[in-house]
């Protein structure tokens, strides 16, 4: 009998458990890691920029120190401002020195030159930690947080950093035993005001740290803010991790890592930590239902999910989908719960330069504009992130986030409306590889652009999914001695049929099975008008240039449909894989070159249904 109740009693929690409420996954899409870009189909007009590049070999070009261990990055917009703070050390991760970099931009696209906002900071020798073998001497600070900006009721930007301590490289910054929380304001002009402590770790106090308490500042609007962020749990439930570990300001003290949580319709909050773990709270994150349990459906490990209620009221969960930290993914809800698609947001992974401690390759850690920290003027959901934990970008979704075109393309880019040129387009803009709208002769064309041997620019188009269609587009090259174009036909999930290849010899060929079809040697700086005609039904197209008919062959992999369209600067990327080794303890060999600039500049673009 005693043991009937006990699994009554046991049933009857679980099914408690399982009727709540909770965030869950329940579409039938899944992500296919043998490829970086997961076999999902994109968002539309999705935009993926470049903020920095690392360069140890050209820190002018990045951030003045040559730095190569970047993560970790923070987002808010205020004052009609995109702000981006990042992690940073000279080469691995919890390796000190550390500091913090801040990123500012007007429009998203144009970022400024990173500038330290939380400088090194030197731990006081003779420093020790319980269970780690050393004694700190000439020892730095390494900056770690998973929270950097906070909007105040009073409309004070706050930005946040962490001093943690690693003695060794095998020491952890964010085990509660670091030095303490500091904060500074961000004015309206731009500039800074001074460094302050807002929280210490046990131990740490303003006679043994380098800069003021918050408390002492004569600022008064500074000090209130201070203390509204400190008064709100679910900005304090983000500290959790490098706080004291019985810090009372800290609503939930066990270690789940990189909060994140949104509003649902009813007030209630649903938060989000790292492996999809989830729970709700009725009472603005004081406390929580359950313990957070993996979301049901959700595939993510030690990365970040950041989740968010979107300008257009429907729900968003972005996160590395898999056991590895590639593609990046967006999935879509109606009600902030259930889960019901998975598309791509950036399923490129650039090419490591430079090795070092913990450094995972993709599009990763990936955080948006928290509630109360600014709302951008464009109807966006904006995003940031790291890739290889080396450079820092931001994503742009569109909403309605939408993975089908609604319509044939019909873009003459000189006659469209001024800032809307791509609204339609998806691109991958590296800082040395771009993509933007110039102006070229008099008219404004679709400018790639690339002088980076390890990365390339790619501007895609996105189509109704169609089996016999043509393609016409008209194009200009500023040289035909260097750089490489490829135009490639996919389907809705990325699997190429069709490859056009403008070479640096100055040929146009096509891709032929193994091999490769002839069609013309191309000159610089002269217009051509490329069509291509595609019949999936046939396995065939044909490839027309100035209306002189070049080419037809079979396509180079059978597909049911093609719907998208995408001109890359460079080779199609295979490398990592998930047989990779974890980590890359080298350099890439020739880590600093700077190729000569090739560019590509497409005045127009037109597809139509074939009958």
Not at 279 to 292: A, R, V
Not at 549 to 568: A, D, N, P, T, Y
Request: aromatic letters at 14%.
């Amino acid at each position: 009998m005693k043991r009937i109740s006990v699994l009554f009693l046991f049933l009857l929690a679980f099914c408690a458990l399982t009727a709540q409420d909770t965030v869950k996954y329940t579409g039938n899409t899944l992500n296919n890691v043998d490829y970086h870009h997961g076999l999902l189909s994109p968002i539309v007009g999705v935009h993926n920029i470049q903020v920095m590049r690392a360069s140890r070999e050209h820190p002018q070009m990045a951030d003045v120190y040559g730095w190569t261990y970047n993560h970790g990055p923070n987002m808010a917009y205020w004052n009609e401002t995109f702000f981006v703070q990042y992690l940073s050390d000279p080469v691995s991760e919890h390796v000190a020195p550390g500091q913090v970099y801040l990123c500012i931009s007007d429009d998203g696209y144009n970022w400024q030159h990173p500038k330290v906002l939380f400088p090194p900071y030197k731990v006081p020798d003779g420093t020790t930690k319980e269970g780690i073998d050393g004694v700190a001497k000439n020892n730095y600070s390494v900056l770690h947080q998973r929270v950097g900006f906070y909007v105040a009721p009073n409309n004070r930007l706050l930005t946040l950093g962490y001093y943690g301590v690693c003695i060794t490289p095998e020491d952890d910054p964010n085990d509660g035993n670091g030095i303490g929380r500091v904060v500074r304001e961000i004015y309206e002009d731009g500039s800074w005001g001074p460094i302050y402590f807002l929280r210490y770790n046990d131990g740490w106090n303003e006679d043994n740290t380098d800069y003021p308490f918050y408390k002492s500042s004569d600022n008064e609007g500074f000090s209130e803010a201070c203390e509204a962020l400190l008064a709100d749990p679910l900005m304090m439930q983000q500290m959790v991790e490098e706080a004291d570990r019985d810090d009372p300001l800290i609503p939930l003290q066990k270690q789940y890592k990189a909060f994140s949580y949104y509003h649902l319709n009813d007030g209630r909050v649903v938060g989000l930590w790292k492996y999809a773990l989830t729970s709700i709270s009725n009472d603005g994150g004081l406390t929580w239902e359950y313990k957070p349990m993996r979301a049901p459906g959700f595939v993510n490990k030690n990365a970040k999910i950041w989740g968010q209620k979107m300008p257009d009221g429907k729900y968003a969960t972005v996160y590395n989908p898999s056991q590895f930290r590639w593609p990046l993914a967006i999935s879509l809800s109606d009600d902030g719960l259930e889960y019901t698609n998975l598309h791509l947001i950036n399923g490129e992974i650039t090419t490591m330069r430079y090795g070092g401690q913990f450094k995972s390759y993709g599009p990763q850690y990936v955080r948006g504009i928290l509630e109360g920290n600014g709302t951008p003027p464009d109807d966006k959901m904006w995003l940031t992130y790291s890739m290889n934990k080396e450079d820092i970008w931001v994503s742009s979704v569109p909403t309605p986030a939408l993975a089908e075109a609604e319509k044939h393309a019909n873009d003459v880019f000189d006659k469209m409306k001024d800032g809307k040129e791509l609204e339609k387009w998806n691109i991958y803009s590296p800082v040395w590889a771009p993509v933007k709208i110039e102006e070229k002769d008099g008219d404004k064309v679709l400018a790639l652009r690339d002088k980076d041997p390890f990365d390339y620019a790619v501007a895609e188009k996105i189509i109704p999914a169609s089996n016999k269609f043509s393609t016409e587009f008209e194009i200009n090259f500023a040289q035909n001695d260097h750089g490489l174009l490829h135009v490639e036909f996919l389907d809705a999930k990325g699997h190429p049929a069709i490859r056009l290849i403008f070479n640096d010899e100055g040929q146009l060929l096509v891709k032929d099975g193994y091999g490769f079809d002839h069609c013309l040697d191309y000159e610089a700086d002269k217009d051509y008008k490329v069509k291509v005609v595609a019949d999936t039904e046939r396995n065939y197209f044909e490839v027309f240039v100035d209306g002189e008919r070049r080419s037809g062959r079979m396509f180079f992999q059978k597909v049911h449909s093609l719907s998208r369209i995408v001109f890359r600067s460079g080779e199609r990327r295979y490398y990592p894989t998930i047989e990779s080794p974890r980590m890359q303890w080298f350099d890439v060999e020739n880590s600093g070159a700077i190729d000569d600039e090739a560019a590509y500049f497409i005045k127009s673009f037109k597809t139509s249904e074939v009958k």
